[in-house]
């Protein structure tokens, strides 16, 4: 096995343990430059790179390359710059596969101005029942900014495509009209921006700047949750771009009303434009998206393995494409078309066996999504923040783990089964006709099920 083929087959592997954004961040521009006894010499571009690998990925590198290659005994990381004259003219004198032989590991180039993927385009989007109502309500923004759905709020598990749609929209907006100015940054981004600001008395510089965006992008908005001058800056600058005309979009693990410590101000702006959830793609959608995908790489892949990955990986878009690629790698590797037993054993390692669901997982979901402690639920209290998460908690163990009402009862402090009873009874009306009870429950249910995929 050549160097390159080890690294890609490695990177294959490590997509599917490191975030997409920290893989596209840290692993981009990596090679090995060296490999020989059982000691690797990773090549990489720059300090933060070395510094990052080194402290914070190194155990997760060790173990793919060991995988792969069982004598790799140890790795090191020198910055191009570093490397030794010998193993340049090494470096040079191999060669590499051309640009578009490689696994599509590497982002694109991102634009410093707009902070935009020029990869995530409503055209490389594949709609599907899971998101239709996102991309719909998405492309009608990039078509009639201010005007549509504003503000619109875009909601879903993690790596679901609420990225890709969010900086659809900016891309699409900025080909259609490159004077207008569009910016997408993350909630976590905004928040360092403006301590910055306040740090350096620069506080009207960084009004001034989020103020003058025709469009304005924010990911994860639910971390400024909590975040007191975060929330009371950003709320001004809202009602700037929103009184002004000008676009905003966000993104969120949850719908506004169920995001927890934010400013009720805030949480009736969220929802004032067009709320839309994207939710777990379905089998059809998952094949198509792996179609998509493997484009162009045919002689590695057919369809009975498609069929396979898409039945057997359900959690998100980003495990699909992980298992996918991997599964590429290894096809490259041997030079064919890899069994369905070959595959079985690759796809073994990202996905876990569906456990039972267990009553202590579903109450212990409810605290979390409520951000009260488990205990509190247990408590013989009549107040109105507990009664409807313990409701909630007794809905889901008579529905989802099929507990009996008198253990629902005891569970909760020794009550009687009849109060099992009327909390199921109750949930069950108001899930069937208030959707904010629907979407909390919806997002519950996935906080437990993502831990049992």
């Keep these: 096995m050549t160097n390159e083929e080890l690294w890609q087959s490695a ?201 003058s965006y025709n469009l304005l992008v924010i990911d994860d908005i639910q971390f400024i949750a909590g975040k007191v001058k975060t929330q009371e800056e950003f709320f001004h600058i809202f009602n700037a771009l929103y009184e002004s005309g000008h676009q905003i979009v966000f993104s969120s693990d949850k719908p506004p009303q169920a995001i927890p410590e934010l400013e009720e101000r805030l949480r009736s702006r969220f929802a004032g434009g067009m709320v839309a959830d994207i939710s777990l793609p379905e089998y059809e959608s998952r094949l198509a998206i792996l179609k998509s995908k493997c484009h162009g790489k045919e002689a590695f892949i057919n369809d009975e393995i498609l069929e396979f990955i898409a039945s057997n990986v359900q959690k998100n878009i980003r495990e699909l494409e992980g298992s996918l690629n991997a599964t590429i790698a290894k096809s490259k590797l041997l030079g064919k078309i890899l069994s369905s037993n070959e595959v079985k054993e690759i796809l073994a390692k990202n996905i876990q066996p569906k456990r039972l669901i267990t009553a202590n997982q579903i109450i212990k979901a409810v605290a979390q999504f409520y951000d009260m402690n488990e205990k509190i639920l247990y408590e013989k209290t009549r107040k109105k923040e507990i009664v409807k998460p313990r409701q909630i908690a007794m809905y889901l163990l008579r529905e989802d783990y099929n507990g009996s009402y008198p253990f629902i009862g005891q569970k909760f402090g020794g009550r009687d089964h009849t109060t099992a009873i009327h909390a199921f009874e109750k949930v069950a009306k108001e899930f069937k006709k208030s959707s904010q009870v629907f979407e909390e429950i919806k997002r519950i249910r996935e906080l437990y099920e993502y831990e049992n995929v």
């Design 11 to 211: 990177l294959a592997e490590l997509e599917t343990v490191v975030s997409k954004a920290n893989f596209a961040t840290w692993f981009q521009n990596t090679t090995i430059a060296a490999r020989q006894e059982g000691a690797v010499v990773l090549h990489v571009p720059n300090a933060f790179a070395k510094e990052w690998l080194e402290y914070k990925y190194h155990k997760f590198i060790v173990k793919a390359l060991r995988a792969l290659s069982p004598e790799v005994r140890s790795v090191e990381y020198i910055i191009s710059s570093q490397l030794p004259p010998l193993l340049a003219r090494q470096k040079a004198q191999r060669g590499y596969l051309p640009q578009e032989e490689q696994m599509e590991f590497r982002e694109f180039f991102v634009d410093r101005e707009t902070n935009l993927n020029p990869r995530y385009t409503f055209e490389t989007f594949i709609v599907g029942a899971f998101n239709e109502l996102a991309h719909a309500a998405a492309f009608a923004v990039s078509k009639n900014l201010g005007t549509t759905y504003n503000p619109l709020f875009i909601y879903g598990g993690v790596g679901l495509g609420k990225t890709h749609l969010l900086q659809s929209i900016g891309n699409a907006v900025k080909k259609a009209n490159p004077r207008l100015k569009v910016f997408y940054t993350s909630s976590e981004r905004f928040t360092n921006e403006l301590i910055n600001s306040m740090q350096n008395n620069e506080v009207n510089g960084f009004k001034e700047k989020y103020r």
